[in-house]
């Protein structure tokens, strides 16, 4: 049985910060490539961040310089560390797990995988 559970959510202010973090109960998990999606109300899920088990990292405009995306292989653990925190970043955050390589197959990727539960985040003004 397959899981990803994500937890860090929470409520923080504008400015503010918090920490995702996501276990996955895969085998061989530094073969995987991870990532951070989000769904705000009455909006299409949009991707985060991505870390690809091939290594490159990728970061939506919207985050970059203010979302770091990281793993432990070892813990078999995915991370989001959100600094600088706006109102706008309210939705539920999922973490997904995929055997494509993001960087070769941007079209495919997340389809198939494997995904969490989500987490909200709540930002106040």
């Known amino acids: 049985q397959v899981y990803l559970v994500e937890s860090g959510g929470g409520l923080v202010q504008a400015g503010g910060s918090l920490g995702l973090s996501c276990t996955a109960s895969l085998d061989t998990f530094s073969y995987w490539s991870m990532a951070w999606f989000r769904q705000a109300p009455g909006k299409q899920r949009e991707l985060v961040a991505y870390i690809s088990s091939g290594g490159p990292i990728h970061y939506a405009d919207f985050v970059r310089g203010r979302f770091t995306i990281s793993r432990d292989n070892a813990k078999n653990r995915l991370y989001l560390q959100m600094n600088n925190l706006k109102p706008e970043d309210t939705a539920v955050y999922y973490c997904?797990?995929?055997?494509?390589?993001?960087?070769?197959?941007?079209?495919?990727?997340w389809g198939n995988g494997y995904w969490g539960q989500g987490t909200q985040v709540t930002v106040s003004s």
């Open positions: 997904a797990a995929d055997l494509v390589r993001p960087e070769h197959s941007p079209t495919t990727a």
